[in-house]
């Protein structure tokens, strides 16, 4: 077969890499000394991205040119969106701070990143025929993070794009001349509807390929009626497709040097490339955003059920190890990997709640609704009073004096969604899961010197104090875009609101106290009872001052 130049130095760059990571494992003072195996690993490799668009993707593509700065080439899955294609809206992500430390080391970083414009729910990846045999040449390393989201979603949609969408990808890599891993990126609440979960891949009760098939007759009014019963136990479409994505990567991929990645969910970034940082409104975001407006008071939390929020950061240097060992040691089956907190360094909703109240007051937002407070209550009774008369009352008072002022109401509406997203989360806010860490601690033993600097993902290394005051001003700085010389403004704002509330306070006891004396006998009687004893009080001190 005519080989072209192109791929004649691909060939040739790909041998040159291979001596440098021969020569790195076998030891060689300065290489050793001065770089990571496994950045040496991904140093001259190609690697091939889904989801690069989305939180994971971000940070792993930045990640990935920071720490192997010889990769040759990141091909991104992108599709165009709202009016934009592919490449502006990689060329967007690139300009994000995100990016800005790798920017300062590596100023020509971008032209290694090549946008392949497709779309993961149609065939082939919507991949143009040049770039589907450029990805067949060349890539060697792929990382499947894109993934349908939204707990809400139609359950073809999401059929389509997670478990559809894995049959490409594994069509793909049985194509890929030079795969050396495949990382499938899944969750570790695919298998939610058990307490006990271990790394290991369970059977659905119907097989996918059959769904498939009914799926493409069935109607929606059908497959919604039906899908109370396909997720059985499960909260949302989303778990229920991605654990179906894993049967189907185990049972399609056999031949493939892969392993399947569960992080639980996913939080701002611990320390690297940038403490805090975040970029998108899901999981405890949202919540934490609706408590410093001022929005989220009162919430339904057992107070023993652990936050197993797992850091971005950590999780992206666990994915990158997973696949440096998978491609390393050829295990012989497809391993699963846990990326969860909880067993190791536990956390609590309940110890979450005081730390984004403190730090909301400290760093206040430059608009917010009330001043920021938070209480959890376990009864869900209480918790329902509570929230009537923390959420309900005080948006039923609001919307009634922007109906004065001749404003839209909104607060009512605001509320009810926030009663829907609270509902939403209760699964995971109430539950707690024991999930099996046994791959992931022998992984993590296999780390030493420059690579356990550069990618370690050991949990209990973790203050979680620390980490939610960054991530609450992550929150403002970077989702809500908020300039954080506007504080000493905010903080005024919050001494506005104490002030009001204090006076409304005061008000509130004076009315009541009014009605009280005005109707009631026995309360004017105590009333003047307590006037007299003041009086007489008053009169003993005076006397006593002119002795």
């Given at each position: 077969?005519?080989?072209?130049?192109?791929?004649?130095?691909?060939?040739?760059?790909?041998?040159?890499?291979?001596?440098?990571q021969?020569?790195?494992?076998?030891?060689?003072?300065d290489?050793?000394?001065?770089?990571?195996?496994?950045?040496a690993f991904?140093n001259?490799?190609?690697?091939?991205?889904t989801?690069?668009?989305?939180?994971?993707g971000?940070?792993?593509?930045?990640?990935?040119?920071?720490?192997?700065?010889?990769?040759?080439?990141?091909?991104?899955?992108?599709?165009?969106?709202?009016?934009?294609?592919?490449?502006?809206?990689?060329?967007?992500?690139?300009?994000?701070?995100?990016?800005?430390?790798?920017?300062r080391?590596?100023?020509?970083?971008?032209?290694?990143?090549?946008?392949?414009?497709?779309d993961?729910?149609?065939?082939?990846?919507?991949?143009?025929?040049?770039?589907?045999e450029?990805?067949i040449?060349?890539?060697?390393v792929?990382?499947?993070?894109?993934?349908m989201?939204?707990?809400?979603?139609?359950?073809?949609?999401?059929?389509?794009?997670?478990?559809?969408?894995?049959?490409?990808?594994?069509?793909?890599?049985?194509?890929l001349?030079?795969?050396?891993?495949?990382?499938?990126?899944?969750?570790?609440?695919s298998?939610c509807?058990?307490?006990?979960?271990?790394?290991?891949?369970?059977?659905?009760?119907?097989?996918p390929s059959?769904?498939?098939?009914?799926?493409?007759?069935?109607?929606?009014d059908?497959?919604?009626?039906?899908t109370?019963?396909l997720i059985?136990?499960?909260?949302?479409?989303?778990?229920?497709?991605?654990?179906?994505?894993?049967?189907?990567?185990?049972?399609?991929?056999?031949?493939?040097?892969?392993?399947?990645?569960?992080p639980?969910?996913?939080?701002?970034t611990?320390?690297d490339?940038?403490?805090?940082?975040?970029?998108?409104?899901?999981?405890?975001?949202?919540?934490f955003?609706a408590?410093?407006?001022?929005?989220?008071?009162?919430?339904?939390?057992?107070?023993?059920?652990?936050?197993?929020?797992?850091?971005?950061?950590?999780?992206?240097?666990?994915?990158?190890?997973?696949?440096?060992?998978?491609?390393?040691t050829r295990?012989?089956?497809?391993?699963?990997?846990?990326c969860?907190?909880?067993?190791?360094?536990?956390?609590?909703?309940?110890?979450?709640?005081?730390?984004?109240?403190?730090?909301?007051?400290?760093?206040p937002?430059?608009?917010?609704?009330?001043?920021?407070?938070?209480?959890?209550?376990?009864?869900?009774?209480?918790?329902?009073?509570?929230?009537?008369?923390?959420?309900?009352?005080p948006a039923?008072?609001?919307?009634?004096?922007?109906?004065?002022a001749?404003?839209?109401?909104v607060?009512i509406?605001?509320?009810?969604?926030?009663?829907?997203?609270?509902?939403?989360?209760?699964?995971?806010?109430?539950?707690?899961w024991?999930?099996?860490?046994?791959?992931?601690?022998?992984?993590?033993?296999?780390?030493?010197?420059?690579?356990?600097?550069?990618?370690?993902?050991?949990v209990r290394?973790?203050?979680?104090?620390?980490?939610?005051?960054r991530?609450?001003?992550?929150v403002?700085?970077?989702?809500m875009?908020?300039?954080?010389?506007?504080?000493?403004?905010?903080r005024?704002?919050?001494?506005?609101?104490?002030?009001?509330?204090?006076?409304?306070?005061?008000l509130?006891?004076?009315i009541?106290?009014?009605?009280?004396?005005?109707?009631?006998?026995?309360?004017?009687?105590?009333?003047?009872?307590?006037?007299?004893?003041?009086?007489?009080?008053l009169g003993?001190?005076?006397?006593l001052?002119?002795?």
């Amino acid at each position: 077969k005519k080989v072209s130049g192109h791929h004649r130095l691909h060939c040739s760059r790909s041998r040159v890499c291979s001596v440098t990571q021969v020569t790195l494992a076998m030891g060689s003072p300065d290489a050793t000394m001065d770089m990571s195996q496994i950045a040496a690993f991904y140093n001259c490799q190609c690697v091939f991205v889904t989801g690069a668009t989305g939180f994971m993707g971000k940070v792993l593509m930045e990640k990935l040119l920071r720490c192997s700065p010889d990769l040759q080439e990141l091909y991104v899955l992108v599709r165009a969106q709202r009016g934009k294609s592919a490449k502006q809206r990689i060329a967007e992500v690139l300009k994000d701070k995100l990016f800005d430390k790798l920017s300062r080391e590596q100023p020509e970083f971008a032209h290694k990143v090549i946008v392949c414009e497709g779309d993961m729910m149609k065939t082939n990846l919507g991949l143009s025929e040049e770039d589907m045999e450029r990805l067949i040449q060349k890539v060697s390393v792929v990382m499947h993070c894109a993934a349908m989201i939204k707990f809400d979603e139609p359950l073809k949609m999401s059929m389509k794009f997670n478990v559809v969408g894995v049959q490409q990808i594994i069509a793909l890599c049985h194509r890929l001349t030079a795969l050396k891993v495949l990382i499938h990126v899944s969750t570790a609440f695919s298998n939610c509807d058990r307490k006990q979960i271990d790394e290991a891949i369970y059977p659905p009760a119907l097989p996918p390929s059959k769904l498939i098939e009914a799926l493409d007759w069935m109607d929606d009014d059908l497959v919604e009626a039906l899908t109370p019963k396909l997720i059985a136990g499960r909260p949302n479409i989303y778990t229920y497709t991605k654990s179906l994505a894993e049967y189907v990567l185990v049972q399609e991929g056999k031949g493939l040097p892969m392993a399947i990645f569960r992080p639980s969910i996913i939080g701002a970034t611990w320390k690297d490339p940038i403490p805090g940082w975040i970029a998108n409104v899901n999981g405890p975001t949202g919540l934490f955003i609706a408590v410093g407006k001022g929005l989220l008071r009162v919430m339904r939390i057992d107070d023993d059920t652990v936050a197993d929020i797992i850091p971005v950061d950590i999780a992206i240097n666990m994915m990158l190890v997973i696949g440096w060992y998978t491609a390393t040691t050829r295990p012989s089956q497809c391993l699963v990997y846990h990326c969860t907190t909880g067993g190791h360094n536990p956390f609590t909703w309940k110890q979450i709640g005081p730390i984004i109240v403190d730090t909301y007051n400290q760093y206040p937002f430059d608009q917010i609704i009330r001043r920021p407070r938070f209480d959890s209550f376990k009864n869900r009774y209480a918790c329902s009073y509570w929230r009537f008369v923390s959420h309900m009352l005080p948006a039923y008072v609001i919307d009634f004096f922007c109906q004065l002022a001749g404003k839209k109401p909104v607060m009512i509406r605001s509320m009810g969604k926030l009663d829907k997203a609270l509902d939403t989360l209760r699964f995971f806010t109430d539950r707690m899961w024991n999930w099996s860490n046994k791959n992931g601690d022998c992984l993590l033993s296999k780390l030493d010197g420059k690579d356990k600097e550069m990618y370690d993902f050991d949990v209990r290394s973790i203050d979680w104090n620390d980490y939610y005051v960054r991530f609450a001003i992550g929150v403002k700085q970077f989702v809500m875009r908020e300039d954080m010389s506007n504080v000493e403004l905010a903080r005024k704002q919050i001494t506005r609101y104490q002030s009001i509330r204090y006076t409304f306070n005061a008000l509130m006891l004076l009315i009541a106290s009014h009605c009280l004396i005005k109707y009631s006998s026995m309360a004017r009687s105590m009333w003047f009872a307590l006037l007299q004893f003041c009086f007489n009080m008053l009169g003993k001190l005076g006397l006593l001052f002119m002795l």
